[in-house]
């Protein structure tokens, strides 16, 4: 039902903002636009923004310490090495196809112009001025400075660090302090569901705003970024896994999405991977006809840390929206986004628009106005779908490609 009344709220403020901006326009458009609908629309982004660093941080400590990394052993550290790759894969491609196909620019200059206007400078510490600066500058010299300004990289680098911490120390304390992260995660998402429940209102409000100022033209742009979305998305699908399956996995990639459709099918009408979890793992035993153990131990933790499809989708898009906002983002602020988008596909949550806050927080650390959002929302549900389908199935790829190796050694 959510899924629809989103949709609704888009209709509604689509087809209100275009009327406005053919039959309105002047200083009675503005001034609703600036005192009814723009302030409606930030309030909801920023509900959703002030959310992000209290989720991030708790399921990525949560998510690292839940690894058990003293006991990992080879398993472990096979599943981590691939998930790094392969989200790394999934990264630069949607990087580089939307580099290729520049779906920012599809937008009338005179438009794009208007919004680079209402874009902040860059931050510095966008763009390390060597190639050590910017590894020394992974690492926050204070964390709680780190979260005040946003620095995304050196939070998820602190909550990376936090958890393994955790999974080292396994005093009682140290147990009740992993289990109030799990509060603190709980609250979140729970507060973040309540946020998307006035998703509709925010959405008809940002998209009114847009297209009573903007009109039809930014439409243009918004379809070439979900096609290049879905492109990346699909390549990435049944090209990369394809031929992980193939040959790491040992298996013939017919056999392999044959025996998983079910599973594909459910993470597509849920758009959650945490939701598809026993259905992936299912499949993986009566599809598959993979080890217990193996599919258990990595269908688990790739609900949660095996994002490949939610890093591919906020990589595309920072990258769209600095390209409509008129942002040149340099090489090293595009690796810098390259690299917290993989690190963040650990940590989001594994639920329907779980990845937008933190897009939200990447966008401000590049010098993006956040509140671009608003023009994705509208159409977040359609490829939050997609790129959960590409999420469960690079799991259960995951789970061939470990279990080939665990069932030679």
Known sequence: ??????????????????????????????????????????????????LVIPLLFSALAIGVAGMEVKNLGRMGARTLGYTVV??????????????????????????????????????????????????????????????????????????????????????????????????????SMRLIGVVIALAPIGVAALVFTTTARLGVAILQGLAAYVAVVVVALAIHQFGVYSLAVKFLGGMSPLKFFKGIRLAMLTAFSTASSNATLPTAIQVADEGLGLPKPVSRFVLTVGATMNQNGTALFEGVTVLFLAQLYGVDLTIGSQILVVLICILAGIGTAGVPAGSIPVVMMILG?????????????????????????????GDLACAVVIARGEEVG
Request: charged share 15%; net charge neutral.
């Open 1 to 50: 039902m959510k899924p629809l009344r989103i949709f609704v709220g888009l209709a509604v403020g689509l087809v209100a903002g275009l009327t406005a901006n053919v039959a309105v326009r002047g200083q009675s458009l503005e001034w609703f636009v600036a005192q009814v609908t723009e302030p409606v629309g930030k309030i909801f982004l920023r509900l959703l923004l002030m």
């Open 86 to 187: 392969l989200s790394a894969i999934a990264v630069f491609l949607g990087v580089t196809l939307v580099n290729v196909v520049r779906p920012g620019d599809r937008v009338p200059e005179a438009l794009r112009d208007r919004l680079a206007a209402m874009a902040p400078p860059p931050p510095a510490s966008a763009a390390p001025t060597s190639v050590v600066d910017f590894f020394v500058n992974l690492v926050p010299d204070n964390v709680v400075r780190a979260m005040s300004e946003g620095n995304m990289i050196g939070v998820i680098v602190f909550a990376l660090f936090f958890g393994t911490g955790l999974s080292l120390v396994r005093t009682d304390a140290a147990r009740r302090l992993q289990d109030a992260l799990e509060g603190l995660y709980d609250v």
């Open 365 to 393: 650390s590049v010098g993006v106005p956040p509140d671009g959002i608003g023009l994705i929302l509208g159409v977040d549900r359609f490829l939050d779908m997609c790129r959960t389908t590409l999420n469960v199935t």
